[in-house]
């Protein structure tokens, strides 16, 4: 079982920057592929990025491409977002997530791949 718990959400003007954590319960942290999901209201949930439990290989959506990074810290058990030059449209609550049975290099997309997700933080980015 693993228990994800995310912080460092907030208010910020576009162009600013926010980091997300996201820290992890358990002694299998660094067998896990995380990602990181967002949801604005009325919306699906939608994968942003993802990191391998190797912390080798990450993978990005498209629109956040270039202003976020994806890390994480094996020894912290924490995975981490660096949002920048953010955008109104950023606007949602992000969600951790962690993903077993990747491989070293796995970095899934998909909803489904991920068994435990946070409770969520909200980011809400002001034009």
């Known amino acids: 079982q693993v228990q994800l718990v995310e912080s460092g959400g907030g208010l910020v003007q576009a162009g600013g920057s926010l980091r997300l954590s996201c820290a992890a319960s358990?002694?299998?942290?660094?067998?896990?592929?995380m990602g990181w999901f967002r949801q604005a209201p009325g919306q699906e949930r939608d994968f942003v990025a993802a990191?391998?439990?190797?912390?080798?290989?990450?993978n990005y959506a498209d629109s956040v491409k270039g202003r976020f990074t994806i890390s994480r810290d094996n020894a912290k058990n924490t995975v981490y977002l660096q949002m920048n030059s953010l955008k109104p449209e950023d606007t949602a609550v992000y969600y951790c997530?962690?993903?077993?049975?990747?491989?070293?290099?796995?970095?899934?997309?998909?909803?489904?791949?991920?068994?435990?997700w946070g409770q969520g933080t909200q980011v809400t980015v002001s034009s």
């Open positions: 997530a962690a993903a077993s049975g990747s491989s070293w290099y796995g970095t899934p997309v998909g909803k489904g791949e991920y068994d435990y």
């Open positions: 358990g002694r299998t942290f660094s067998t896990y592929a």
């Open positions: 990191i391998s439990w190797s912390g080798g290989y990450a």
